[in-house]
Each structure stands twice: as C-alpha cells, then as structure tokens.
C-alpha cells in the first residue's frame, strides 16, 4: 500500500520526537548522497563530453575575464 503524502506526515507526527529526529536524520543524509550521486553523474558526464571534444581547455585567465564580464552584464 502507497501512502499519500498527508498520510506519511500524520505518520510522522504520531512518532516520537526522537523517532522523529532520527526520520529527520536518514532524511538529511539520504539527500546528501542524492547530491552526490547527481553531481558525480554530471561530472563523469562532463567529462566524456570533453574527451570527445565537446570542450576545448582554455587558459584561466580568460575563463575568469568571462565570467567577470558576465557578472557585469
């Protein structure tokens, strides 16, 4: 059975405070490696897109000069 979202909170809120605390926890870290996960897929991403030449390297400074005049705009 799928519980709808008003009836996982009417859960929750029958649970302890430190049962509460602990959902709130595994929650927290559950996003964290959520974050993660998406972050490393998007750089392995952006790294065979640059392997395949999608990117050309650039000196920094001119990336830092691009994205000051960016800031400027």
């Known amino acids: 059975m799928i519980m709808t979202f008003e009836q996982t ?10 049962q ?4 709130a926890d595994l929650l927290k870290r559950w996003r964290i490696e959520q974050t993660r996960t998406q972050i490393a897929k998007g750089a ?8 395949r030449g999608k990117f050309q ?5 001119d990336i830092i000069a691009e994205l000051r ?3 400027d705009d």
């Not at 909170?9 to 430190?18: N, S, W």
């Open 9 to 18: 909170v009417d859960a929750v809120m029958q649970l302890t405070l430190e």
């Open 44 to 51: 392995a991403e952006d790294i065979a897109d640059f392997q």
């Open 20 to 23: 509460q605390d602990l959902l």
């Open 69 to 71: 005049q960016t800031l």
């Open 57 to 61: 390297s650039q000196p920094v400074a």
